[in-house]
């Protein structure tokens, strides 16, 4: 008798230690299970930067944030070259000559050609925009303006930027835009592409021009960023088509499947 009570004493002993060991197996589970869950909620939360956009960035060079009194649109219009032709006032101006120029006039305001590309980019892509601006502005007259241009590149100049990308590294993919400037980038590109280290991005060029188109600028983007990946389906706009160019911008975007 004192036997079998042993026994069964034994057996409850047994039983209660593989419960106990049940739950904290159980529990362990519970833990592990927990901790599963969250790796898997971190793997399939999209990353905060692809909610708002940080990760794209679409920075571009246009010609009137860099030139002298270019907030000024009269002045601008009473400018030299063809802005001479334009018209005492921005508003008596001849729209479609302005549109020719470096102005881009749409529902959205009057901005630069290039400007006005960057901003549907951004738009569409939630990228955040970036405006590569100059030291020294250049000429309101734009004979005097193509002049410079003109000398700056072939004296190889880099012009001092004021404006400067913080936190490059946040950003993978980087629309970079500009207007073809004598069958090339203004010199101003190259002081930004010599001022990042933009190794493993994307790097998406697109130009405004009065014909020239990218020319040879993806190559030349491609040699001072050797460790970057350029696309060479760049963007290529007329300027006086910019104003209407708003969806062949974001089937473009689309077309490249990358945002
Ligand atoms: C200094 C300078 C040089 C230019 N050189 C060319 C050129 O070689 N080929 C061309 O097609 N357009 C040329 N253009 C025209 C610009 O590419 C065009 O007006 C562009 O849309 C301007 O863009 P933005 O308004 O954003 O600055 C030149 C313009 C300037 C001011």
Known sequence: MKKRWCTLC??????????ACGDEAETEQTIDKGQQRVEKESEQRPDITDLNGDEVLVAYFTRLPNTESGDNLDAVVQGGGPYGAIGESFE?????????A???????????????VAGWIAEYTGGELFS????????????????????EQQNNVRPQLVTHVENIENYNVIYLGYPNWYHDMPMALYSFLEEYDLS?????????SASSGLANTVSTIAEMQPEADVIEDGLELVM????????????WVDSLGIQ
Do not use: H
Not at 92 to 98: E, G, K, L, R, V
Not at 240 to 251: A, L, Q, Y
């Open 92 to 100: 008596s101006a001849d729209m479609d000559a302005i549109s020719s």
């Open 132 to 151: 590569i601006e100059t030291l020294e502005k250049y000429p309101l007259d734009y004979d005097t303006l193509i002049n410079q241009g003109g000398e």
């Open 240 to 251: 006086g088509d910019v104003k209407n160019s708003k969806e062949e911008v974001t089937n």
């Open 10 to 19: 034994k057996t409850v002993l047994i039983i209660c230690f593989l419960t």
């Open 200 to 208: 493993g991005k994307t790097i998406i060029p697109f130009v405004t």
């Open 102 to 116: 470096s102005i881009t006039v749409t529902d959205e305001g009057v901005k630069g050609n290039v400007e006005t």
